[in-house]
């Protein structure tokens, strides 16, 4: 059983650039949840995906967007990149939307130059 | 709405020393709560989780947490530090829904 995981592991853009982060959740797990941690900061919730379907969302703006796959793998973008973006990005998987526990992936940091 | 607030953003201790990291909530509902750790350079790892059964919760390498509903705590201990337990320890709840709602964290350092 293979774990949550993310890719790219780090990235650097240019502000106003476009990016996409990808996420393959725990085997089974119908759920992905994305996070963002800024530096010295804890995650913040930017939205939760439930098969297929955007299932909540935090105060981000509309230009984070995501998806998710037939096979619940997710895929989040943000457009217009701005300086305050830079941060680790975090996928958490779990077995469905309302179960207790979230299976973290190892993040993608995300640098905004 | 529910919060979390994390009392003290770094905590030293020596080896072998009692750990207590400090965690208080805020919800209008029962609450679910949550610490994980993060090493440098990774993702979180659930550490132990409060679901309304028992109020004292053990965890992974030797941590435990109590829920204090009077007052309104779920404060972290380990009775000795290990050097490996350095490392950023974050305090949840979790919402309607299912999405996690973190404290700032608490970084602890264990000294030789």
């Known amino acids: 059983e293979t774990g949550v995981t993310q890719s790219p592991t780090h990235l650097i853009k240019t502000r106003g650039q476009q990016v996409t982060l990808r996420c393959s959740s725990q085997s089974g797990h119908n759920t992905v949840s994305w996070y963002q941690q800024a530096l010295g900061q804890g995650p913040q919730f930017i939205f939760q995906?439930?098969?297929?379907?955007?299932?909540g969302r935090g105060n981000f703006p509309p230009r984070f967007s995501g998806l998710q796959f037939p096979n619940y793998s997710s895929e989040l973008n943000v457009n217009a990149l701005e300086l305050d973006d830079s941060a680790l990005y975090l996928c958490?998987?779990?077995?469905?939307?309302?179960?207790?526990?979230?299976?973290f992936g190892p993040g993608t940091r995300l640098t905004v130059t | 709405a529910q919060s979390v607030t994390q009392l003290g953003s770094h905590v030293s201790v020596s080896e072998g020393a009692l750990v207590l990291l400090r965690c208080n909530y805020s919800?209008?509902?029962?609450?679910?709560l949550f610490w994980y750790v993060q090493y440098p350079n990774q993702g979180l790892q659930l550490l132990l989780k409060y679901t309304s059964a028992a109020t004292l919760v053990k965890g992974i390498n030797g941590f435990e947490a109590e829920f204090k509903k009077s007052e309104t705590s779920f404060h972290l201990t380990k009775p000795s530090a290990h050097m490996s337990d350095a490392a950023e320890y974050f305090c949840?709840?979790?919402?309607?829904?299912?999405?996690?709602?973190f404290g700032q964290g608490t970084e602890l350092s264990v000294k030789p």
């Open positions: 995906y439930y098969r297929e379907e955007e299932n």
């Open positions: 958490a998987s779990s077995l469905e939307q309302a179960t207790y526990e979230q299976y």
């Open positions: 949840a709840v979790r919402n309607q829904g299912g999405k996690l709602i």
């Open positions: 919800s209008s509902v029962p609450p679910y």
